[in-house]
């Protein structure tokens, strides 16, 4: 059974860091595109970056707080979030099955609704 599972959120300080797990089974992460992704109350889940074997995509407002990280042993990809403000107060989502299972990230980061699997999210709370 596929299945992907976030962990690794929790509540932080502004300017904190915090570091997201997504855990794969029943498939080899690594060989297909997942996604990051983010909704905050009362907004749409926005896409964070699009992560496949050969390239990393990232959401332009994010580059550069946000790395991404993997464990193939383990079949994990990690989200290291650093600086982190109130407004990335959010839940974190990864996701897989984009587009029938795709190995490759498109050349526009794809959205929510192109991811067919999806984990049951971890809560980042971002608070002084």
């Known amino acids: 059974q596929v299945q992907v599972v976030e962990s690794g959120g929790g509540s932080v300080l502004p300017g904190g860091s915090l570091m997201l797990s997504c855990a794969a089974s029943g498939f080899t992460l690594e060989d297909f595109a997942m996604g990051w992704f983010r909704q905050a109350p009362g907004k749409e889940r926005e896409t964070i970056a699009c992560?496949?074997?050969?390239?990393?995509d990232f959401s332009a407002s994010l580059k550069g707080r946000f790395t991404i990280s993997r464990d193939s042993a383990g079949n994990t990809v990690y989200l290291q979030m650093r600086s982190l403000k109130p407004e990335d107060t959010a839940v974190y989502y990864c996701?897989?099955?984009?587009?029938?299972?795709?190995?490759?990230?498109?050349?526009?980061?794809?959205?929510?609704?192109?991811?067919?699997?999806w984990g049951q999210g971890t809560q980042v709370t971002v608070s002084s």
């Open positions: 996701a897989t099955d984009l587009g029938g299972w795709a190995r490759a990230c498109p050349s526009e980061l794809p959205a929510a609704a192109d991811f067919a699997s």
């Open positions: 992560v496949s074997t050969r390239k990393v």
